[in-house]
């Protein structure tokens, strides 16, 4: 099943910028899986969006958990992918997948589209909320109990009912180098992390005012944010 990753911020930036700070992030993303053990997997990369194919599917929600983590990511879905030939593929591959997910449940259908078909996003929504319909309680397009997402590209269609919430920001690497002085309060470390998230490298400059046990509480929390957060680059301590 593959990872459907959304890049938020990315895609506003110009063709030039946005084709490097793509390269970026899958650098990054190929760093961070591989950092957690994660070294069987395929990368498909499309406009506006990445797609992570593991051979393993079991490892699945231990990879969300890292991409969360991957700085320029601003949410991701675990999805079914379908090559489609005609708006009824779509429809009955969808009634397969979520006839249970909305049984006896208030449902909608969200859809996106990129690409020219002869059919409409309003058609997608129509066509799949027809099928789904007998199974459910009743349509509610205000606030559903069940959500059903299909995304269209081109001759492929992606469904998923997680939308799940990462960190955004922009991916390090493409914001040049900072330091951060560490003295030991939350505030510096919490400002090295916004830094990151905001595309940079980050070195720190440790001073110790407090002992050989303040200093290992502070080389805890600089182990976090370069083991948890730092992805794509191997932050210096000075």
Known sequence: MPILLRLGEITLKSNRTRGRFESLLVHNIIAALKMEGLKDFQI?????????????????????????????????????ELCFKTLSDIAKYAEEL???????????VRVKRVGKHDFTSLDVAREVGAVLYKYAKRVNLTNPERTVYVEIRNDKAYFYTEVIRAFGGLPIGSEGKVVALVSGGYDSAVAAWFMLRRGAKVEYVFCNLGGLAHELGVLGVLKVLAEKWSYGYSPVLH
């Open 98 to 108: 979520f006839k249970d997910y909305v049984k006896d449940r208030s449902f909608a």
């Open 44 to 80: 498909l990369r499309e406009r506006g969006r990445i797609f992570i194919y593991l051979r393993d599917e079991e490892l699945e929600r231990k990879a969300i958990d890292v991409l969360r983590r991957v700085f320029g990511i601003t949410s991701l879905s675990p999805v079914k």
